[in-house]
């Protein structure tokens, strides 16, 4: 089973950058795509809303479609690094109002099976002081 693991997550000053990356891995070692990644973040009180995705195509190289929240778009950027399996968010010019707990989540199939599966991480606390 794909799980992923998010890092890159602490205290920064408003204004400041962050990149968070989100590592998908087996426990077995089975082999998988990543078709799409997504980021999210849930803010205290708050539903979890979408920050934004990439799709990737899988293992066919070709030109990745992305899309960002309006409130995040021009300053946040997601990529994908498929050989690796590890997928990124660079946040800059960060707010107080980014200030959430971001989840990754990556849909895929494994390569044996067919099987498609979609994975969650346990997420990463950004906090952003005014």
């Known amino acids: 089973q794909v799980q992923l693991v998010e890092s890159g997550g602490g205290l920064v000053q408003a204004g400041g950058s962050l990149r968070l990356s989100c590592a998908a891995s087996?426990?077995?070692?089975?082999?998988?795509?990543?078709?799409?990644m997504g980021w999210y973040r849930q803010a205290p009180g708050k539903q979890r809303e979408l920050v934004a995705t990439?799709?990737?195509?899988?293992?066919?190289?070709?030109?990745?479609?992305?899309n960002y929240s309006d409130s995040v778009k021009g300053r946040f950027t997601i990529s994908i690094d498929n050989a690796r399996n590890l997928g990124y968010l660079r946040m800059n010019s960060l707010k107080a109002e980014d200030t959430a707990v971001y989840y990754c989540?990556?849909?895929?199939?494994?390569?044996?099976?067919?099987?498609?599966?979609?994975?969650w991480g346990q997420g990463t606390q950004v906090t952003v002081s005014s």
């Open positions: 087996t426990a077995s070692g089975s082999i998988f795509s990543i078709d799409d």
């Open positions: 990439i799709s990737n195509g899988g293992t066919i190289i070709k030109d990745s479609t992305t």
């Open positions: 989540n990556a849909r895929g199939i494994y390569a044996t099976s067919g099987d498609e599966y979609s994975a």
